[in-house]
Nanobody, 123 residues
Framework: QVQLVESGGGLVQAGASLRLSCAAS????????MGWFRQTPGKEREFVAA????????YYADSVKGRFTISRDSAKNTVDLQMNSLKPEDTAVYYC????????????????WGQGTQVTVSS
């Protein structure tokens, strides 16, 4: 059974950093794309960043490019999102997802999701 478990969220001030981690288990993810999305009440899940597990190619939303970095650790089966220079508009529940086929940017392409972790950035 596939499990994705996020951790690392919290409450920080604008300009601070946080590191989110997603622990993946239950299968081999070498053919998967791992993504981070975020969601605020009443809005659709929004793409943040993704990484191809095999090869490590990365993708970012324009709103986080240059501030966030996604990485994966194959030995630990984790996918991390380093978030620097956080802004109040980054406040959301952050979800880790795994997509076997299909697009990187569309949350509907993702087959598995974690339970989410809250990130709150105060001004």
């Amino acid at each position: 059974q596939v499990q994705l478990v996020e951790s690392g969220g919290g409450l920080v001030q604008a300009g601070a950093s946080l590191r989110l981690s997603c622990a993946a288990s239950g299968r081999t993810f070498s053919s998967y794309t791992m993504g981070w999305f975020r969601q605020t009440p009443g809005k659709e899940r929004e793409f943040v960043a993704a990484i191809r597990w095999s090869g490590g190619v990365t993708y970012y939303a324009d709103s986080v490019k240059g501030r966030f970095t996604i990485s994966r650790d194959s030995a630990k089966n984790t996918v991390d999102l380093q978030m620097n220079s956080l802004k109040p508009e980054d406040t959301a529940v952050y979800y880790c997802g795994a997509a076997h086929y299909g697009g990187v940017y569309d949350y509907k392409s993702y087959n598995y999701w974690g339970q989410g972790t809250q990130v709150t950035v105060s001004s």
